[in-house]
């Protein structure tokens, strides 16, 4: 069974800076691609970035410029680093994964999900 654990969620205010951490453990063949996305309040779930295990990014047009997605392969590890944040970018920010397992099946893994809240 694979967890992901995310960890860095806080307060900041408009123009500061952040930075979300997301650790993925258990037993897999590898991870093919790892993401962030987030659910602002009363919204929907949506796709912040997105980084392949061969480093291929995608971002939300809402962050492009702003955040920065990056992966430590040997640590399973995802981050996501956030400049100049707005107000509107609070919300529930969730690690996404797709994992082969031993098995060689893909699956879909989350996070339990970290809180960004941004005062103006």
């Known amino acids: 069974q694979v967890q992901l654990v995310e960890s860095g969620g806080d307060l900041a205010q408009a123009g500061g800076s952040l930075r979300l951490s997301c650790a993925a453990s258990?037993?897999?063949?590898?991870?093919?691609?790892m993401g962030w996305y987030r659910q602002p309040p009363g919204k929907q779930r949506e796709l912040c970035a997105r980084i392949t295990s061969g480093g291929s990014t995608n971002y939300a047009d809402s962050v492009k410029g702003r955040f920065t997605i990056s992966r430590d392969n040997a640590k399973n590890t995802v981050y996501l680093q956030m400049n100049s944040l707005k107000p509107e970018d609070t919300a529930v920010y969730y690690c996404?994964?797709?994992?082969?397992?031993?098995?060689?099946?893909?699956?879909?893994?989350w996070g339990q999900g970290t809180q960004v809240t941004v005062s103006s």
């Open positions: 258990g037993s897999s063949r590898g991870i093919v691609a």
């Open positions: 996404n994964a797709d994992i082969l397992t031993p098995g060689g099946i893909r699956r879909n893994y």
